[in-house]
């Protein structure tokens, strides 16, 4: 029974990394709800922008969707986003619910 001793041991791979994407991406999340957009410096807001899209793309490889985490994601993208329009910094780079 090697064979299914190989997809087990992936199957469990699998499953490891995901959990640990989702420990690492849940308080990516914390951090960048932690601190109120408006106070943040310019740079600092375009990183936080430019982490939100990492997690999104991370978020929608992995199958099946965790859909609620996606959804906490775009609501933090939002959020910077509309602090960069008051901002008037251009943003050209959308991201959609699943």
């Known amino acids: 029974m090697p064979c299914c001793q190989k997809t087990r041991k992936a199957q469990i791979k699998k499953l490891m990394e995901r959990r640990t994407f989702e420990i690492e991406g849940f308080s990516m ?16 807001l375009l990183n936080y922008h430019r982490k939100t899209h990492k997690l999104y793309n991370q978020a929608i ?11 906490q994601v775009i609501e933090i ?17 959308p991201i959609q619910m699943i």
Not at 61 to 71: A, E, G, S
Not at 77 to 93: C, D, F, P, V, W
């Open 61 to 71: 490889k992995l199958k099946p969707v965790n859909r609620i985490f996606i959804n």
């Open 77 to 93: 993208h939002n959020s910077i986003i509309a602090e960069l329009q008051k901002r008037e910094i251009e943003h050209a780079s």
């Open 29 to 44: 999340l914390k951090r960048l709800k932690s601190k109120p957009h408006y106070s943040l410096q310019d740079s600092l």
